[in-house]
Nanobody
Framework: VQLQAYGGGLVQAGGSLRLSCAASLRSFSNYYMGWFRQAPGKEREFVAAISWSGGSTYYADSVKGRFTISRDNAKNTVYLQMNNLKSEDTAVYYC???????????????WGQGTQVTVSS
């Protein structure tokens, strides 16, 4: 099983980035997918999650209204559209696969390697 996250980079505050995560999971559509982030010296925190079909989405309060999670089950890929980025969004972003909607990292079964997002003010 492999999750490959990509799309990170350096962007100015107020800008946008779109992260992607390609999964080699068997039965990808049977997994909830989540995005987490970890800034230097901080714990990994929940950002967003999406249900099996994409019909339900969940967001941390800090990103609600700015980030959008989506998925394409035909491509085994989950996305995170990030708009109006702020300096506090700077972190390594990870995608994860789990059996249900969870906000704790320990509850997810599989993880990608992470992609760096840096927002300059």
């Amino acid at each position: 099983v492999q999750l490959q996250a990509y799309g990170g980079g350096l962007v100015q505050a107020g800008g946008s980035l779109r992260l992607s995560c390609a999964a080699s999971l068997r039965s990808f559509s049977n997994y909830y997918m989540g995005w987490f982030r970890q800034a230097p010296g901080k714990e990994r925190e929940f950002v967003a999650a999406i249900s099996w079909s994409g019909g339900s989405t969940y967001y941390a309060d800090s990103v609600k209204g700015r980030f959008t999670i989506s998925r394409d089950n035909a491509k085994n890929t989950v996305y995170l559209q990030m708009n109006n980025l702020k300096s506090e969004d700077t972190a390594v972003y990870y995608c994860a696969a789990g059996r249900y909607y969870y906000t704790r990292p320990s509850q997810y079964d599989y993880w990608g390697q992470g992609t760096q997002v840096t927002v300059s003010s």
